[in-house]
DNA sequence: GCTGAAATTCTGGAGTG
DNA sequence: CACTCCAGAATTTCAGC
């Protein structure tokens, strides 16, 4: 990774440990003046290296109880499939979806408001984007967030 | 949930989508003075309903080459592991820990530099932190991220 | 690239209806 | 709860090194 130093690197696990740390707090804690700082997120935003920010809500306040990892084995990797996993990306309930290897190529990371809202989305899927394509799924309940996106979440948090 | 309304449910999903979006921003979009917007988001944090912030970070930029998911089948779910777990948690290349459903009982999601990093913490595992509890892992290489912690990429991300 | 300093914008508290 | 007010911080811009 060219033009990335070792204070860019440090730059980025802070922030990947406190998406809002403020700029004065990262110069004291790396001893550059703030308009470095500055520059090197901007930099860095530029780049690429960082791709956005994001708070790590605790799913039950938006009503989302059931929160699931879904796996999908999709028999070719056709554009189609591409499209409509974009598609699916954007609604707001759906907070992850990676590409990866294994039995199931897909995993999705998404969160609900009851079994109802789990089994239209999973109809969802076959039926209006992944028809021909999606062999068969695979879905299991996340029981507890121990860490998430760099960000330790305090034990017992689920409770409600 | 109480002590949470619409308003409210708003604001998390904006900060969802953008973690460091300012509170004169949040105002504009909800047609509420900066004040409120600060008020109720202070109060979002105290009850827990923001669990932190991050910046989502392009992996290659910190050298981490290799994104994994790595699951561990546990044979009981003491409160040893327990405690490793939050150990686990505490390396910085580990980005997400879940316990969930299914046959492995934990999810790990962690980057690495290269195969032998995974190599040795895998063995770190193993050895160190749930030696007679670990039954078996299996390990899946992230090829694509689409969409992380309720952040669109942009498509074809991962290229180097 | 980094810096300090000025201009602008944002935040955090106190207090009001 | 939501609002205004305002002092103090933080951010942004920029000229100079």
């Known amino acids: 990774m060219v033009d990335v130093d070792e204070i860019d690197k440090k730059i980025l696990v802070e ?5 809002r740390i403020t700029f004065t707090e990262l110069s004291k804690k790396l001893g550059l003046s703030v308009a ?14 960082i791709k956005g920010y994001s708070a790590l ?24 499939a591409e499209r409509a996993l974009q598609e699916i990306g954007k609604l707001e309930n759906v ?21 109802d809202e789990l089994k239209s989305f999973l109809r969802f899927l076959s039926q209006r984007y992944l028809r021909k394509n999606l062999r068969r799924w695979r ?6 967030v121990i860490k998430d996106n760099g960000v330790q979440i305090s034990k017992g948090s689920q409770r409600r």
Do not use: H, W
Request: charged content about 30%; aromatic content about 8%.
């Open 57 to 80: 809500v605790e799913p039950a306040f938006l009503d989302e109880y059931l929160q699931t990892l879904i796996e999908l084995e999709l028999l070719a990797d056709d554009p189609q």
């Open 95 to 115: 907070l992850g979806i990676y590409r990866k290897t294994g039995e199931f190529q897909i995993m999705i990371r998404a969160n609900f408001r009851n079994m």
């Open 36 to 49: 470095s700082i500055k520059n090197r997120v901007d930099k860095l935003e530029r780049l690429g290296a």
């Open 15 to 19: 922030l990947r440990k406190n998406g």
């Open 139 to 144: 879905v299991a309940i996340i029981l507890d």
